[in-house]
């Protein structure tokens, strides 16, 4: 595999209003990074969350304070704090914050999917 570089402008921007994704492209599907943007909760009904049965990925926060719901526990986070959330643990986020997320295996959407507890 070659070295890449991509762009701001190449990144897929998929918009769920309280949650900006900026998904960059990626030369393999070993892992991925995007970035997100956060203002208020994703998902927004606060007894969803999300389950990502085959990739597990890191946060770090780069700007902002929020909440980052992770299995049983809930972190606080601010600048510079990491997070890591493991496959088949519930996920949310709230807060108005921005962080890159790093997922291995590459993210793909039919593995994951919003759940009420």
């Keep these: 595999m070659k070295a890449k570089k991509y762009s701001l402008k190449e990144a897929n921007k998929i918009d769920l209003g309280t949650k900006l994704i900026l998904k960059y492209p990626s030369p393999t599907k070993l892992f991925d990074i995007a970035k997100m943007v956060v203002n208020g909760r994703h998902p927004q009904d606060k007894k969803t969350f999300i ?37 088949d643990n519930k996920f949310a986020v709230e807060g108005e914050l921005e962080y890159i997320t790093i997922d291995v295996p590459a993210f793909y959407l039919e593995q994951s999917e919003e759940v009420k507890i």
């Design 51 to 87: 389950l990502e049965h085959d990739c597990q990925f890191v946060i770090y926060v780069t700007q902002g304070t929020g909440k980052v719901y992770a299995g049983d526990e809930i972190f606080e986070v601010t600048v510079g704090d990491v997070v890591f959330v493991p496959t």
